[in-house]
Nanobody, 124 residues
Framework: QVQLVVSGGGLVQAVGSLRLSCAAS????????MGWFRHAPGKEREFVAA????????YYTDSVKGRFTISIDNAKNTVYLQMHSLKPEDTAVYYC?????????????????WGQGTQVTVSS
């Protein structure tokens, strides 16, 4: 049984930083892609970033490029989302998710497994 455990959210002032972690367990993940999504009130859940577990290739939505970095620690089966220069518009509940469909990594419906969300609040 796959389990994704998210940690690291919180309250931060604008231009501050946070790091989210997603610890995965339950099966080999080498053929999977891990994604981060966020869901703000009144908006659709949106793609933030993804990383291919085997190659380490990364993908970002335009609004976070240059500010967020997604990475993997294979020894710990953990994916990180390092967030810098945070803005109030980054405020949302953040989720990690796992998919075997690498071609559609921006589509939340492609993801098979989801972690619990963690609240990130950026104050102005």
């Amino acid at each position: 049984q796959v389990q994704l455990v998210v940690s690291g959210g919180g309250l931060v002032q604008a231009v501050g930083s946070l790091r989210l972690s997603c610890a995965a367990s339950g099966r080999p993940f080498r053929s999977y892609t891990m994604g981060w999504f966020r869901h703000a009130p009144g908006k659709e859940r949106e793609f933030v970033a993804a990383i291919r577990w085997t190659s380490g290739s990364t993908y970002y939505t335009d609004s976070v490029k240059g500010r967020f970095t997604i990475s993997i620690d294979n020894a710990k089966n953990t994916v990180y989302l390092q967030m810098h220069s945070l803005k109030p518009e980054d405020t949302a509940v953040y989720y990690c998710a796992l998919t075997s469909y690498v071609a559609t990594y921006t589509n939340k419906d492609s993801y098979d497994y989801w972690g619990q969300g963690t609240q990130v609040t950026v104050s102005s």
